[in-house]
T-cell receptor, first 113, second 114 residues
C-alpha cells in the first residue's frame, strides 16, 4: 500500500494556466505538508495543515492555494502559472506537528512552458 | 534560519567513511536527517533531539551537539546504496504555532563508487 500518494506525477502546462495537484495519505496522520524543491534541490516548506487547519503558510504567492477537505487529503491549486513555478512539489505527512518523521510522497514534477 | 551543511559534495569508494555536518545559528530542538536518491522522494533516516544524543542505524549514525547547535551524520564502510543527497532539517527550540516546521539545508551530494 502506498503511504503518501500524489497525482499527477508529471504536469506540463503553459504559462497563465491554472492547475491542481492532489495528495492523499493512508497513514492516519494528523499533519500534512507541501514542499517545493527547485532545480538546485533546495527543499522548502510551503504549507502545513493539522487536522484540516492551516498552521504554516510560508511566504508563498497567493496564486498558491492549499485545500484540505479532510485529514487524509491535501490539495494544491496554482493559479496563473509562471515559469518560476517549475519545480518538483512534494506532499508529506507526519503523525504530529512536531519532532516527528515526515513521510514524503513521490513528488509532482511541474514544468511551465 | 536555514542550516548550513558541509561539505556540499563528497565522492567515496565503497568501504570508505564519510562525515556530513549540519550547523545552525539558532538554538535547536531537533535535527532530522533524510536521504534523497535521484528522481525519488526524501526518505527519513533519523531524528536527534536536544540533550546531545547519538543514534545509530546500521552503519549510519549521527550525533547532536546541543551546545554548538551542530549535528553530524557518520557513514561507515559506505555501500553503493548510500549514494544520494543527504539533507538535514532543523526544528527551532523556541517554536510554537507557525514555527513548527523543518527547515532543510541545501544538501550534501554523496557519491559512492565501486
Amino acid at each position: 500500500d502506498t503511504a503518501v500518494s500524489q497525482t499527477p506525477k508529471y504536469l506540463v502546462t503553459q504559462m497563465g494556466n491554472d492547475k491542481s495537484i492532489k495528495c492523499e495519505q493512508n497513514l492516519g496522520h494528523d499533519t500534512m505538508y507541501w514542499y517545493k524543491q527547485d532545480s538546485k534541490k533546495f527543499l522548502k516548506i510551503m504549507f502545513s495543515y493539522n487536522n484540516k487547519e492551516l498552521i504554516i503558510n510560508e511566504t508563498v504567492p497567493n496564486r498558491f492555494s492549499p485545500k484540505s477537505p479532510d485529514k487524509a487529503h491535501l490539495n494544491l491549486h496554482i493559479n496563473s502559472l509562471e515559469l518560476g513555478d517549475s519545480a518538483v512539489y512534494f506532499c508529506a505527512s507526519s503523525l504530529r506537528t512536531r519532532t516527528d518523521t515526515q513521510y514524503f510522497g513521490p513528488g509532482t514534477r511541474l514544468t511551465v512552458l | 534560519q536555514q542550516p548550513v551543511q558541509s561539505p556540499q559534495a563528497v565522492i567515496l569508494r565503497e568501504g570508505e567513511d564519510a562525515v556530513i555536518n549540519c550547523s545552525s545559528s539558532k538554538a535547536l530542538y531537533s535535527v532530522h536527517w533524510y536521504r534523497q536518491k535521484h528522481g525519488e522522494a526524501p526518505v527519513f533516516l533519523m531524528i536527534l533531539l536536544k540533550g546531545g544524543e547519538q543514534k545509530g542505524h546500521d552503519k549510519i549514525s549521527a550525533s547532536f551537539n546541543e551546545k554548538k547547535q551542530q549535528s553530524s551524520l557518520y557513514l561507515t564502510a559506505s555501500q553503493l546504496s548510500y549514494s544520494g543527497t543527504y539533507f538535514c532539517g532543523t526544528e527551532l527550540i523556541n517554536s510554537g504555532g507557525s514555527n513548527y516546521k523543518l527547515t532543510f539545508g541545501k544538501g550534501t551530494l554523496l557519491t559512492v563508487n565501486p
